[in-house]
C-alpha cells in the first residue's frame, strides 16, 4: 500500500473510531465554564493548543494558551476555581506536564489522550481517549505526524457540536473576526458597497467611444446602461466590447451588446460569503428599481 492510501486508510479508521458521546462531553465542558478555558501542551502540541484556543475565542469562548513549563513560576497566578483546564497529550506520559499539572489544585482539569494508560489521566477530574492513532514515520510509530492530523479533527468535531448549540450568528463572527478574508466575507453588502458617486454608468443614449471613455475615466470594466431615472437597463463589460469588434461587428447601437436584465442585488444586508457565490464579476446594486451601486465580486 502507498503512502497516500495509508494515510487516507489511517485518517478513516481514526475518525470511524471517534466516540462522539465523549465530543460532546468535552462541548458541555466547554459551554458550562463559568471563566476562562485554559489549554495545555508541551512540545508538538504547543502549537495545537494555540489553534484550539484561538478556534474557541473566535467563537465567544474565552479560551487562552498557557505555557505549561510557566505553571510554577506565577502563571498559576491567573487560574481561579471556575476556570477549566484542557490539556492535549498524545502520550500523556509528558514528565513536564505531569510534574505541573500537580500544582493547580482549584480548578476542573481535563485531559485528551490517544492514550488509555496515560499517567496523567491520574492528575485529571477527567478523561477522553481517543485511540487507534498511527504514526506514519516509516519505522517507530514514534514521531507526532497523525497525532497532529487527529488532535485537529478532534477540535473539528468540538467546534461542529459548539457551533450547532452555539447562538453565534453572521454578526458575531464578524465583530470577533473582522480582518483577513475571513472578515471580509462575513461583511455585507452595505459594508462593502461602491457607491453611486464611484460607479461607472452610461446612458442608452451614449455612444459606445463615450462608454469606453467612461470606463477608462473610473478604471473599471464595466459600464451599468441606466435610463435617464436610474432604473437599469442592463450591463456592458469590456469583454462584451471586445468580442463584439473581434467578431467583425460594428457598434451601431449599443443595445446590441448590453447584457440585459443583469443579475443584480435589491438587499444590502446580503453577506459578502453570499455574494462570493453568484458567478459573476460585475453585480449591480438595484434598490427601489434605482442604481445604488456596485460591487466588484472578488471575493472568491
Do not use: W
Not at 503512502?3 to 458550562?32: A, G, R, Y
Not at 497525532?147 to 450568528?169: E, G, P, V, W
Not at 459606445?208 to 442592463?234: A, P, R
Amino acid at each position: 500500500m502507498d503512502l497516500k492510501h495509508l494515510l487516507i486508510q489511517n485518517t478513516n479508521n481514526f475518525i470511524n473510531s471517534i466516540n462522539e458521546q465523549n465530543i460532546k462531553k468535552i462541548t458541555t465542558i466547554i459551554k458550562s465554564t463559568k471563566r476562562n478555558i485554559y489549554i495545555l501542551g508541551v512540545g508538538k502540541n504547543i502549537p495545537l493548543a494555540i489553534y484550539f484556543a484561538d478556534i474557541l475565542k473566535s467563537v465567544n469562548y474565552p479560551a487562552f494558551n498557557l505555557n505549561c513549563l510557566n505553571l510554577t513560576h506565577g502563571d498559576t497566578g491567573c487560574i481561579g476555581e471556575k476556570d477549566t483546564i484542557i490539556i492535549i497529550s498524545n502520550s500523556g506520559n509528558t514528565d513536564e506536564l505531569i510534574n505541573n499539572i500537580k500544582y493547580i489544585k482549584n480548578s476542573n482539569k481535563f485531559l485528551i489522550t490517544t492514550n488509555k494508560y496515560a499517567k496523567l489521566i491520574d492528575y485529571c477530574d477527567q478523561s477522553f481517549v481517543f485511540d487507534n492513532t498511527v504514526e506514519i514515520d516509516g519505522k517507530f510509530n514514534l514521531i507526532p505526524c497523525t497525532s497532529i492530523t487527529n488532535f485537529t479533527i478532534i477540535f473539528n468535531f468540538i467546534i461542529y457540536y459548539l457551533m450547532n448549540d452555539n447562538k453565534i450568528t453572521l454578526e458575531n463572527y464578524n465583530y470577533n473576526h473582522p480582518k483577513g478574508n475571513i472578515g471580509l466575507l462575513s461583511k455585507k453588502v452595505k459594508d462593502i458597497i461602491i457607491p453611486l458617486n464611484e460607479t461607472c454608468y452610461n446612458f442608452l443614449k451614449d455612444d459606445i467611444n463615450t462608454i469606453i471613455l467612461n470606463m477608462f475615466k473610473y478604471k473599471v470594466g464595466y459600464s451599468c446602461i441606466v435610463e435617464n431615472d436610474m432604473s437599469i437597463i442592463g450591463l456592458i463589460t469590456d469583454h462584451n466590447i471586445r468580442k463584439f469588434l473581434l467578431d467583425g461587428n460594428n457598434v451601431e447601437n449599443i443595445e446590441d451588446i448590453i447584457t440585459k436584465n443583469p443579475k443584480y442585488i435589491n438587499n444590502l444586508e446580503i453577506s459578502v460569503y453570499d455574494i462570493s457565490k453568484i458567478p459573476y464579476l460585475y453585480i449591480p446594486i438595484v434598490i427601489n428599481n434605482k442604481l445604488t451601486g456596485m460591487i466588484e465580486n472578488s471575493f472568491k
